[in-house]
Structures are given as C-alpha cells and as structure tokens.
DNA sequence: TTATATGCAAACGCTTTGCATCACG
DNA sequence: CGTGATGCAAAGCGTTTGCATATAA
C-alpha cells in the first residue's frame, strides 16, 4: 500500500508545527488537528464543529475558526472555494507549492505539484504583460473508488 | 490598438444575451449590462450596487443580485474567489473555456486561453486515478500600466 | 390578463469580535 | 503574575428570500 502516511502522522505534524511556531498545543488545538488529520479530504468549519462537538460539549465556535485560522497561517491547512460557493479546508504539506485535486462525491483531496504549471504561468504572465504574483488551480473531480463505486452501484436515475 | 472591443460592445453582447436566453432586456438590466461592461475588470456586487445607484436611485440590492445571477447562468459574467477571499465578479466570453487573469492593483482582468493547460490537468488526473471533471485556474498579478505607474510614483513606504 | 421583474426589508448563514474567565509558562 | 487561549453571545457582512407592487408580453 502506498499511504504509509497515517491519520495519526498527521496529527503528530500538525501538532509539531503548532509548536515549532511558539503556539500552545492546547488540548481543544489537538482535538482539531486529529479531526483535520481523520478527514482525508476536505472539511467545512461547520462539519468540524459538530464532529468537535461529539467529543468535547463545550468547545466554541470560534475556536474552531481561531485553531483553522491558525493552521491555516501555518499553510498545515488550506481554505479552498469549492465550485458551489462554499468554504471548505484541506490538510496538505506546508513544504511546497501545490494544488488540490478534490473529489466531488466523497472529498478526498490529493496534493497536486505544481510541476510544469509555473512555466505554463510564467508564459501566460509574459504574453499579458503581466507580472503574476501568484496563481491557483482547483481541480474537482472523481476519485478512482467512487468512480468504482458508482459502477457497481448504478444508483437511482439510472435503471428506468 | 489592439482592444476593438468597446465597452458599448460589450454592453450590446450582454443584452443579447439576455434576449436570445428568452430573458426582458429591462432597463435595470440594461444598466447593469452597461456597468458590467464598463469596468474593465473585476468588481463587487456592493461596487454595482453603489454605482447602480448614482444612475438609479430605486435599484435594489435583489436586483443587482439576481441580474448578476442571471448573466452568471449565461457565462456572461464569471464568479471568481479573490485571493483575500472575497468574490467578485468578472466580464468574460462565453464562448470559451477560459481563465482569469487580475491585476489586484487595478482590477483589470484579461481572459487566458485554457490552451496548454487542459493537457496537464488531463495528465494530473491520469496519474492521480481521478476522472477531472472541471478545474479553475485563477491567476492574480500586476498589469504592465500599475507597474510602471508604480516605478514612476514610488509612493509611501520606499522613502524614508 | 398572466407571467415576469422589481423594491424593500427581513431572514439567513457563515465568520468575526468583545469580553470575562481560565490555563499555562 | 502576565500572556495566551477559550467560551459565549452578539455583531457583522454578504447574500437570499417573501411578498406586494409594477411592468412587460
């Protein structure tokens, strides 16, 4: 199996980078990071508070927003637009320059190097006369085992 | 010049737009087709709304809303999420897959060509297993009249 | 005369903030 | 002790909606 990277990594490098940056790791921030860490995809703070909820009553929204905020600062996290409109954040590597490959239907998200894109930018920034200061790209799709899952599994809509 | 385009132009795409989708060319519509087009870039919903309001005073909020909506539907305008965030609004063709291009100075958008780039989405989502359904390119920077505006008057920050 | 569009204001959802309290260094 | 973190509730902001009115087909 390629995952060698556990739930539980995560959260132990979440938490590091919390410290690395002189923040406390409190236990409401380590609550966050393992429920970041458990999600293999994306997360809106809404979902992250109730889940937050069923393990701690009394944990505030704002702190959810305060502990992503933060992450986010860290670039642990990312807050992402999805094509409705709506918020959501991923775990990814704070290390390099990427884009997020997110699935429709169950929102896994896999980091996407950046590779040949910067040239592709650099060009379009040259044709425009443009100095492009930073660029984004969002993919959304379908992974391979919903693609799988939904074969299997025609679902309503398709069987007369 | 290259830009044969004309903001009256653009006004005149966007109202036929609207006619040939079966939609009334209404004065308020008219009007927000003119401010649309007259902005060479991106702009707000509230920016509309104020400006929309300097020529009509009665012009609700709904009404900007739901006409933005509306050209939204016909690929006249384009929602984008600024970096900060925010949403705007951008002009563009709807005729083609395209990306945005936005000076965070000026506001002025250019469209980019997806060209290159539908390549390497294709190859992203091949390596990765996932079928890619949409992606969103979004590309902020410097247009070539702020950057030498801003060689030309340093402003506040550089002198001592 | 019937469907469509509009204005207004209230409702909404998401996010942030003020502030008193609490925990940690 | 002093700084940083937290919970709560209220405020804030951008957007949407309900509804009565006005306008167009």
Redesign the pocket.
Known sequence: MRPSITADDSTKRIIRALERAG??A????RLVARLVASTGGHF???ELLERGRQE???????????????LASLRVVE?LDLPT???AYVLCDPDEHHHHLVCSTCGHSVDVADGELARLVDEIGRRAGYRIDAHRLELFGMCSACASEQAAVPGPGSPA
Chains 1, 2 share one sequence.
């Open positions: 923040y406390q409190t236990p409401n921030r809106t703070a809404a701690r009553v009394n944990i505030g929204r704002a702190t959810i927003f305060r502990a992503l905020d933060l807050r409109g709506a918020h």
